[in-house]
C-alpha cells in the first residue's frame, strides 16, 4: 500500500522556523518529482517547491530564500525547511510525489499525482 505521511507542522510566531517532513512507504521503485503545495483558507492550491530525482528545484517566489527543500532519496523522503516564517505563510501544506512506480500485490504500478493528507502550518504576528 503506498502512503506519503506528513509530520512537522505546527504553531510558531513570526520569524521563527519549522521543517516538514513527508516521507513515502510501501515497496517504492523510484518517485520522480517531489514537491510541497499549500492551501490557505478561501485561496486556491498552490505549489511552494519542489525538486526532482537528480535535485533541479524551483520555488514559489514568495519563499525564495527562506524555505529550502531537499530530499533522501534512498528514505523516498522530502523536507521543507522553512526560515523566517511570516503570517503569510500559515496553511495547510501538502506533500505531492510525482510519477511513483512501485509494487503491490505482486503487481508493478505507478501513481501519478499521488497526495498526503496535510500538515497544518500556522504563523503568528
Known amino acids: 500500500q503506498l502512503q506519503l505521511v506528513e509530520s512537522g507542522g505546527g504553531l510558531v510566531q513570526a520569524g521563527g522556523s519549522l521543517r516538514l517532513s513527508c516521507a513515502a512507504s510501501?515497496?517504492?521503485?523510484?518517485?520522480?518529482?517531489m514537491g510541497w503545495y499549500r492551501q490557505a483558507p478561501g485561496k486556491q492550491r498552490e505549489l511552494v517547491a519542489a525538486i526532482t530525482l537528480g535535485g533541479s528545484t524551483n520555488y514559489l517566489d514568495s519563499v525564495k530564500g527562506r524555505f529550502t527543500i531537499s530530499r533522501d532519496n534512498a528514505k523516498n523522503t522530502v523536507y521543507l525547511q522553512m526560515n523566517s516564517l511570516k503570517p503569510e505563510d500559515t496553511a495547510v501544506y501538502y506533500c505531492k510525489a510525482d510519477s511513483v512506480s512501485y509494487f503491490s500485490g505482486g503487481y508493478f504500478r505507478r501513481e501519478y499525482d499521488y497526495w498526503g493528507q496535510g500538515t497544518q502550518v500556522t504563523v503568528s504576528s
Open positions: 510501501g515497496t517504492i521503485v523510484s518517485i520522480n518529482t
